[in-house]
């Protein structure tokens, strides 16, 4: 069964092909940084104006690099939450035509089941129980996967998300957007002990807080100013840094060890972060789990992982309505993730 | 030929399916702007009713705006990628000059005037031509005092229509302008295929892609900062978890 999947919730026009959940046959990412880079964050008009430009070019790619035309697509998945509303509108419209122009199936993933999804491109059907680290500029939320294959939010941020966390300190400390490589990269030649920022570690809850630190950051170089002392940019990124990475493994490994999971994944563009990268496969090493992390171009919000959620859900008789809506605010609860072994119907 | 017609850049949502002999199916939502949740549907029921098929359409009109971004926006993806799929051509047109077409047999100058939010207008003229309207004007956006300043510059006075003009109605008729009705306020599906018909017929017609909506503002460009953070679960900002927006 090849499925199409179609991604627009923040600022990544993506189309995929994907084959039985598993097979990816093209992956087409049209990228926006270029449009919200002027005003270092993205915006959400300007998102939805530029997901209408790129996604007939996107869509024409995605079929040509899967050697397919429409008439081989078995069915249409795409985002319908959470998300930019404006968004997420400009693909729901798109997948609900191209289901009425075929007589396709059409199915709505929430984005977030979607991530935790990237995984079987990559590792064959999950497996549950399972944990989830989603961290990006849109999302930090831990997802349980339980033996049934339920998925269920057990921790998010409660203010900003670790990628916007970055954005913000990299655009203070004057560098470009967006702020995650280029803070990755600085840290590389600071200290990350320099300077000992707070971690809200929010005790007895899997949430996470990100924008005390943020302000501390702000607060600490303002200090140094006034009292006339050298700053050294780079040691504020790394100790930043250290501070972002400790609390979200902290979290995952305390949900791990709660939970009793034996698997691990990491998705999310922050979890192309070298330095969470280093310390998650420690102390995943460390608890004897298991860490299960895509290649980055399945990590980053994309198609194909819409279209593995999709099948998923399409596998499991599900069908969504032409009248559908989408949703800024999707919750993720009571999923069903389809388990490896059950045979596709 | 059968001719989709998409008008979406109001908050009221038009579908209709029509040939050079008349109309074949229609269906309007006047209420609200859940474009997003009639659209489709709305196409599917044309569809059935008319007893035929989406492959016996052979070209896809569709409004362009100015008006309601999300609307446009909702509207041009769906025309856009139908026929992408189905290898379809397209024409795109403004919706001020749908608004216009239906009164093209007043003598006077008429005035296209949709709701543009924020306090502010869509406005632009028309003048009767053979077979439709001709737009004598740019399009515009600013208040209504703008507008009325323009009207009043007008020697034989004016017709205004639209949702924009019905809401002005006591300041435009201030300024010798006579206002439409508020049954007559919003571009047709149905205008819009009447007027692109003959295009079709002479394959004066567009590429999907290249289909671009009228939106004559500047994006808004705030960051949503705010926004982000509860919409993928935090709080900040938000309240109590909002219902499904419905654009
Ligand atoms: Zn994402």
């Given at each position: 069964m090849l499925v199409l999947g179609i991604e627009t919730s923040c600022d990544e026009t993506a189309v995929a092909l994907v084959e039985d959940?598993?097979?990816?046959r093209s992956n087409v990412i049209g990228s926006q940084v270029e449009h919200h880079r002027p005003y270092g964050g993205v915006v959400p008009e300007i998102a939805a104006r530029a997901h209408l430009e790129l996604l007939l070019p996107a869509l024409d790619r995605a079929l040509v690099e899967g050697g397919c035309t429409y008439a081989d697509v078995d069915a249409v998945a795409v985002t319908t939450g959470p998300g930019l509303v404006g968004a997420l509108l400009v693909g729901v419209a798109a997948a609900k035509s191209l289901a009425l122009a075929h007589s396709l199936p059409l199915i709505g993933v929430n984005h977030l089941e979607g991530h935790v999804c990237a995984v079987q491109l990559e590792f064959g059907l999950l497996r549950p129980p399972l944990l989830a680290l989603i961290v990006s500029g849109g999302h930090t939320s831990l997802v349980l996967v339980d033996e049934t294959g339920r998925m269920s939010t057990i921790g998010a941020t409660i203010d900003d998300a670790a990628g916007e966390a970055f954005d913000k300190v990299a655009r203070f400390l004057g560098l470009p957007y967006p702020g995650g490589p280029e803070i990755d990269r600085l840290a590389r030649?600071?200290?990350?002990?320099a300077i000992r920022f707070p971690r809200a570690l929010l005790d007895g809850t899997y949430d996470f807080s990100l924008s005390g630190l943020k302000t501390a950051v702000v607060r600490e170089l303002r200090r140094r100013e006034a009292a006339g002392e050298e700053i050294h940019l780079a040691d504020v990124a790394a100790s930043f840094q250290e501070a972002v990475v400790d609390v979200a493994v902290r979290k995952t490994m305390a949900a791990v060890a709660r939970h009793g999971v034996e698997q691990v994944t990491m998705v999310g563009g922050v979890a192309a972060n070298s330095r969470l990268r280093e310390r998650m496969a420690a102390s995943c090493a460390e608890a004897g789990a298991r860490l299960l992390m895509p290649s980055p171009a399945l990590c980053t919000d994309n198609g194909a992982m819409i279209a593995a959620a999709g099948w998923n859900r399409l596998a499991g008789g599900e069908r969504t309505a032409y009248d559908a809506v989408a949703d800024p605010n999707l919750p993720l609860a009571g999923l069903v993730v389809r388990a490896s072994g059950e045979p596709p119907s | 030929m059968l001719v989709l017609g998409i008008e979406t850049s109001t908050p009221q949502s038009s579908v209709c399916l029509a040939t050079e002999h008349g109309l074949v199916a229609s269906a309007t939502l006047g209420r609200g702007r859940a474009h997003g949740e009639f659209l489709t549907p709305a196409i599917a029921f044309c569809l059935q009713h008319a007893h035929t098929?989406?492959?016996?359409?052979s070209g896809v009109a569709v409004s362009l705006g100015p008006g309601l971004f999300t609307g446009m926006r909702v509207g041009i993806a769906t025309a856009q990628t139908l026929a992408h799929a189905r290898r379809l051509p397209v024409v795109g047109l403004a919706s001020l000059d749908l608004l216009a077409y239906p009164v093209r047999h007043v003598r006077r100058l008429v005035c296209s005037v949709l709701d543009a939010r924020r306090g502010e207008l869509f406005w632009s003229f028309y003048r009767a031509a053979p077979g439709g309207v001709q737009r004598v004007t740019e399009f515009r956006v600013g208040p209504a005092g703008k507008l009325a300043g323009e009207i009043e510059a007008v020697p034989d006075g004016v017709l205004c229509i639209g949702d924009g003009a019905v809401a002005h109605r006591a300041l435009l008729e201030s300024t010798g302008a006579e206002v439409g009705s508020a049954a007559s306020a919003f571009p047709l599906a149905q205008s819009l295929v009447e007027l692109a018909l003959p295009r079709f017929i002479r394959e004066d017609t567009q590429r999907p892609e290249d289909l671009l909506p009228v939106y004559i503002r500047k994006a808004d460009a705030k960051i949503g900062w705010r926004n982000r953070g509860a919409l993928y679960g935090g709080t900040s900002g938000a309240g109590p978890r909002a219902a499904p927006t419905r654009t």
């Open positions: 959940g598993v097979r990816v030649e600071g200290s990350a002990d | 098929d989406i492959a016996a359409v």
